[in-house]
């Protein structure tokens, strides 16, 4: 099993920017291809991203793609989400997600695909 912490979110104006991070500990996080989802407020949660385990494979969500960038460091245990030219539609709670597969060949969109998860981040972006 992988502990996940999501630090970073925050409440920022629309055209801006900002990086969260997660950080891992429990299972070798090295061989664990990570995630990052969304939920906004009466909506399901949703797919953002997605990075193997040695960063050279990424997928995004076609909503996020050109703004955001899903990024790792093995050496610190931790897994970035570079989120640039936010709209006020990118409002939610962000959650980081560990698999027990460390790559995305199967293009892992679902929560299913995902075995751990961070309790969360909010971003809010105003108008």
């Known amino acids: 099993q992988v502990q996940l912490v999501e630090s970073g979110g925050g409440l920022v104006e629309a055209g801006n920017s900002l990086r969260l991070s997660c950080a891992a500990s429990g299972r070798t996080f090295s061989s664990s291809a990570m995630g990052w989802f969304r939920q906004a407020p009466g909506k399901e949660r949703e797919f953002v991203a997605a990075?193997?385990?040695?960063?050279?494979?990424?997928l995004y969500a076609d909503s996020v793609k050109g703004r955001f960038t899903i990024s790792r460091e093995n050496a610190k245990n931790t897994v970035y989400l570079q989120m640039n030219s936010l709209k006020p539609e990118d409002t939610a709670v962000y959650y980081c997600?560990?698999?027990?597969?460390?790559?995305?060949?199967?293009?892992?969109?679902?929560?299913?695909?995902?075995?751990?998860w961070g309790q969360g981040t909010q971003v809010t972006v105003s108008s």
């Open positions: 997600a560990a698999r027990s597969y460390s790559g995305i060949y199967d293009r892992p969109f679902s929560r299913r695909d995902y075995n751990d």
């Open positions: 990075i193997n385990w040695s960063g050279d494979n990424t």
